[in-house]
Nanobody
């Protein structure tokens, strides 16, 4: 089974920085994309950033310029560096990966358990 394990969440002051990390493991044939989504209470889950094979990245407009996503293909990890954090960044952040396993040819999305990020003084 594919597992995504997140780390790095916590409490940070406005204007501070945080780095989220996610490691994928399991019967992985290929990872076509990795990234981060977030969901605040009462709101829909939204894309924060993603990176696909080849290095192309996408960022939500709300975080563009403040966040940097990177991927270590050898370790199947993805990191999200967040700077100049704002209270509106408070949410549960979920790692995701679009993965083809050794047993199924179609790609599927896999999700981590979520890690809380709270931006508050």
């Amino acid at each position: 089974q594919v597992q995504l394990v997140e780390s790095g969440g916590g409490l940070v002051q406005p204007g501070g920085s945080l780095r989220l990390s996610c490691a994928a493991s399991g019967s992985i044939s290929s990872i076509n994309a990795m990234g981060w989504y977030r969901q605040a209470p009462g709101k829909q889950r939204e894309l924060v950033a993603k990176i696909i094979s080849g290095g192309s990245t996408n960022y939500a407009d709300s975080v563009k310029g403040r966040c940097t996503i990177s991927r270590d293909n050898a370790k199947n990890t993805v990191d999200l560096k967040m700077n100049s954090l704002k209270p509106e960044d408070t949410a549960v952040y979920y790692c995701y990966a679009r993965i083809v396993t050794h047993y199924f040819f179609n790609e599927n999305d896999y999700w981590g358990q979520g890690t809380q990020v709270t931006v508050s003084s």
